[in-house]
């Protein structure tokens, strides 16, 4: 009689999850080996959030973790339990498009749209961070963030757009 299987170690079995998605708290059940990008496309269904290289070097996944911009495809979704995570689908405020993506509209900052949803993702993130002020500090900090098709001056445009608007918002208020 061949040698039984032993069973799987504990830590191979699915681990209880709470992410806050998109503004709704969900408890998940999830394997140590399964990424946030898997977790959000394969079981949340929100396929805005793109897979590109699957190695961190394109940004099609960039999501906000706690309001900070990351390749979901690096992290374990294990490891932000308790974390809240936005997605594109979650920058809209019903039909009300976030200022990002409506200057991405009107600046034709796309083309085939593949990594429009991590360009924004990341452009939100950049704007949380406070550190871009100039078109070259923008261009420098969404440089991880790839564009196959080159709309990359267009992108700059839409971001400067919210940003200089955010700028007269504060000025306005002082």
């Not at 420098?140 to 007269?168: F, P, Q």
Request: net charge negative.
């Amino acid at each position: 009689m061949p040698d039984a299987v032993p069973p799987a170690p504990a830590l191979w079995a699915a681990t209880p999850v709470t992410l806050t998605i998109n503004g709704q708290e969900r408890l998940l059940k999830v394997e140590p080996w399964v990424t946030l990008l898997d977790l959000l496309r394969d079981r949340e269904d929100l396929t805005g959030t793109k897979k590109g290289c699957d190695h961190g070097q394109c940004g099609a996944c960039t999501v906000l973790v706690d309001g900070r911009r990351i390749n979901s495809c690096l992290k374990l979704a294990v490891s932000l339990d308790g974390a809240s995570i936005t997605t594109i689908e979650g920058l809209a405020d019903g039909e009300r498009l976030d200022p990002l993506q409506q200057a991405f509209m009107d600046h034709d900052a796309f083309q085939c749209g593949y990594c429009t949803p991590g360009q924004i993702c990341s452009a939100k993130g950049l704007l949380n961070e406070g550190q871009a002020h100039t078109r070259e500090e923008v261009k420098e900090m969404m440089s991880g963030n790839l564009c196959r098709c080159g709309a990359y001056t267009n992108i700059v445009d839409a971001v400067m757009e919210v940003l200089n608007a955010r700028g007269k918002l504060a000025e306005a208020a002082e």
